[in-house]
């Protein structure tokens, strides 16, 4: 008997939707006006999809301000676009963002690709943390996005399910950093279940009331806030429940600097520079003492009872 | 060609005998040398956010860099004069010493203030225990007899042959300002493996110009042994 033709079912988020393509015909309309001006290049923030997202206020915020806008879209890590601070601003804007889907497999009852649309369709949430970069310094950031475990539920995890895998897009021609060996491409940071279920653990899909950045890891990302930034993969393609812990980059690149577990931890330095302060950017003194789980301890601390975290960094 | 070129390193040496073209010259040299730094006082206190979201971090990686860079033009003089034939070029290797070494001392103090919020037990614990500390703060510790009897008296006092020696420390001191670099970095090396092949070149000149001396010497008196 034949069987019946599957017609694939094009999702709404493989549509290219009206405001993109009509932003880029603008884009190339000011592409060749700039073109005529001799100014080709200059209009790097126009591929960007930066819109108003709607979210719900109310979570705690910490004791210091909320950080310039300017400072945490403008100082990044993002390796895929070079390595140094200022590359990512200047080149993400080259990345596209939609259509954009987010593919969940593993250990899992229901694996499925997700959309953007549909990801931006979960009640929203800003969330005001405290981000704390290995490299100490930090900045106070007004995330917005919804708890992980949301997402985890739509696909139901299996109870072999004990480790969590996000993989960042890796696309040569929109990223000129991936040609650099300083990682092992493309980019993945992993979460222990429990971690990753945790209340705190965000998926961000904006910032200062807005879509993310794309240097800052649009469209989605994951925000983990008392762990060390780099767990916080940017531009997430691809989530997996493991059954076995993985090794993520920066654990591939430099084990005994970049530990699985990288949570925040003024008592166990990075090898070459101590953890016991920070700079609350863009101060010029690194006078701030840095806390135990970034802050959140008394949210997250139950998490590693009995580990001993200076083995486990 | 070469009769113009020697001749023009001539012209060059003999301008820089006179008193007025050598002070001109060094005042230009010194006016360089402090530009960085001005630049950086300039945008501290008029706008600090022209240096990026983390002006310390700018500053320390700014002075830093100065002080190798002028290290690195210092270990430039001997080869310069050697190829340029023009002799006067030592008349501006300890200014430019001093320099690294300025650069070097404000680079030391931007660490305490604004690394380590002046607290000692937190800095000695760095020195001793992290190895791009500990080269780079030897470094600068071993530049300061080099700065101290950088003076013409001192050379006197000690005369010159011993002077000399003690001045090739300042070889130990650039590997170890270049190591401090290399082992600074997160990830990516390619600026201390530039600063690292220049100072292969600078000492590599060195030890060839020294072991074709010996030969030379070797083939000359063949006895010698």
Redesign the interface.
């Known amino acids: 008997m034949p069987r019946p033709i599957d017609v694939p079912r094009i999702a709404p988020s493989e549509l290219t939707p009206p405001n993109v393509w009509l932003s880029r015909r603008s884009l190339i309309a000011s592409a060749v006006a700039l073109g005529s001006t001799g100014l080709i290049g200059g209009s790097a923030q126009a591929a960007q999809i930066i819109e108003p997202l709607k979210a719900s206020t109310g979570f705690p915020s910490p004791s210091d301000p909320t950080s310039d806008k300017k400072l945490a879209t403008t100082y990044n890590n993002y390796y895929e676009f070079g390595t140094s601070k200022s590359a990512p601003a200047m080149n993400a804007h080259r990345l596209t963002v939609r259509p954009w889907s987010v593919e969940i497999v593993g250990e899992v009852m229901k694996p499925r690709s997700i959309g953007i649309e549909e990801l931006l369709a979960f009640p929203l949430e800003e969330r005001i943390y405290r981000f704390r970069c290995v490299e100490a310094w930090s900045m106070v950031i007004p995330w917005i996005g919804f708890e992980f475990n949301k997402l985890a539920a739509l696909v139901e995890p299996t109870s072999r399910a004990k480790f969590v895998r996000f993989t960042t897009v890796e696309r040569p021609s929109e990223m000129p950093g991936l040609g650099s060996t300083v990682l092992d491409w493309p980019y993945t940071e992993a979460l222990r279940i429990d971690e990753a279920m945790h209340p705190l653990t965000l998926v961000t899909l904006g910032m200062y009331g807005e879509t993310l950045p794309n240097q800052n890891g649009a469209p989605i990302r994951i925000v983990v806030p008392w762990k060390y930034g780099y767990k916080s993969a940017k531009s997430i393609v691809k989530i997996e429940f493991l059954e076995k812990q993985p090794v993520s980059s920066w654990t591939k690149a430099a084990a005994n600097e970049y530990g699985f577990y990288s949570n925040v931890n003024p008592n166990v330095d990075h090898p070459r520079w101590s953890q016991k302060r920070e700079r609350l950017l863009p101060a010029l003194f690194a006078s701030r003492e840095t806390e135990m789980f970034n802050g959140y301890g008394a949210q997250v601390a139950s998490l590693y009872a009995g580990m001993d975290l200076k083995v486990n960094h | 060609m070469r009769a113009t070129s020697a001749s023009l390193s001539q012209r060059i040496d003999e301008a820089l005998r006179h008193n007025r073209i050598r002070a001109g010259a060094k005042a230009l040299i010194w006016l360089a040398a402090l530009y960085p730094m001005a630049a950086l006082s300039w945008k501290?206190i008029l706008d600090?956010?022209a240096l990026?979201?983390?002006?310390?971090?700018t500053?320390l990686h700014v002075t830093g860099e100065w002080a190798l860079r002028l290290l690195l033009l210092t270990l430039a003089i001997t080869p310069l004069r050697r190829i340029t034939m023009v002799g006067g070029l030592i008349r501006f290797r300890r200014l430019l010493g001093l320099s690294a070494f300025f650069y070097g001392v404000v680079h030391l103090g931007c660490y305490i203030?604004?690394?380590?919020?002046f607290?000692f037990t937190?800095i000695t614990?760095?020195i001793i225990?992290?190895?791009?500390i500990t080269v780079g703060f030897a470094a600068l510790v071993l530049m300061i007899p080099l700065a101290i009897t950088s003076t013409r008296a001192a050379v006197m006092r000690l005369g010159g042959a011993r002077w000399q020696d003690l001045h090739r420390l300042v070889y130990v001191v650039a590997i170890l300002a270049v190591l401090h670099f290399w082992?600074?970095v997160?990830?990516?090396v390619t600026e201390p493996l530039i600063y690292a092949a220049i100072l292969a070149v600078l000492l590599g000149y060195r030890i060839i110009a020294r072991a074709r001396k010996r030969s030379a010497r070797g083939s000359d008196f063949p006895s010698a042994r």
């Open positions: 501290i600090p956010l990026g979201a983390n002006p310390a971090e500053i203030a604004f690394d380590r919020f607290v937190e614990a760095d225990k992290r190895p791009f082992w600074l997160k990830r990516d």
